[in-house]
């Protein structure tokens, strides 16, 4: 996981608070993503970026908002958590080399939502 | 959706077997990719194939990709307890940086 680090690595919270999950690479890389990991259903992807401040969503963005402010950090904000929002998140890097978009994943981030 | 679906969900085998995973896919492809999954971890990549690449080897991995049929297929030869783990296929469906797109998962479990 060198180079890309997430924090918290585990966090517990209620229904209806809000949580930032955040991202930080010292890789310079421009693209940065966020997806989701949940039994039966493998890596999904929930935003991703391709720069500073230019942001696109993926398959399951609802009820998820990111931020990319800085080439080295990117955010991503449950809005107001919800039980189904339970999962791991995984930040993932890469430098968008055409034809090998190879990605560094971090370590995860265990959510659960009570 | 899922772009890929891995095929078998589970596999067990004893030390050093050989393991096959499969991978198909529903739309043209600019390369398939393999990451490996520890317990508790973040995925690691493997191995790149291009579309125009019929096989390539790594190490003990050998990959296949089959455009015509949308398949791929990951060999692990001589299996040790270390590559028990979960294998994911990726694949990059237009060229440029379109995000990766993965499948499910094959959990390989391997027996000392």
């Known amino acids: 996981d060198a180079g890309i680090t997430q924090s918290p690595r585990h966090k517990v919270t209620e229904t209806g608070t809000p949580v930032t999950l955040r991202c930080h690479q010292t890789?310079?890389?421009?693209?940065m993503y966020w997806y989701r990991q949940d039994p039966g259903h493998g890596l999904r992807l929930i935003h991703y970026s391709y720069g500073v401040k230019d942001t696109d969503k993926g398959e399951v963005s609802d009820g998820y908002s990111v931020s990319r402010s800085k080439t080295e950090d990117f955010l991503l904000t449950l809005e107001s958590a919800t039980s189904s929002q339970t999962s791991v998140y995984f930040c993932a890097i890469s430098s968008g080399t055409i034809g090998a978009n190879v990605l560094t994943f971090g370590a995860g981030s265990r959510l659960t939502v009570l | 959706s899922q772009q890929g679906e891995e095929d078998p969900q589970a596999l067990s085998i004893q030390e050093g077997e050989n393991a096959t995973m499969n991978c198909s896919y529903k739309t043209s492809i600019n390369n398939l990719q393999w990451y490996r999954q520890n317990s508790g971890r973040g995925l690691v990549h493997l191995i790149l194939?291009?579309?125009?690449?019929r096989e390539k080897h790594s190490g003990r991995l050998r990959v296949t990709l089959d455009t015509s049929k949308k398949s791929s297929s990951l060999l692990i030869t001589a299996s040790r307890a270390a590559d028990t783990a979960s294998y994911f296929c990726?694949?990059?469906?237009?060229?440029?940086?379109?995000?990766?797109?993965f499948g499910k998962g094959t959990r390989l479990s391997v027996i000392a």
């Open positions: 194939i291009r579309s125009n690449e």
């Open positions: 890789e310079n890389h421009r693209y």
């Open positions: 990726a694949t990059d469906v237009l060229s440029g940086n379109t995000p990766l797109v």
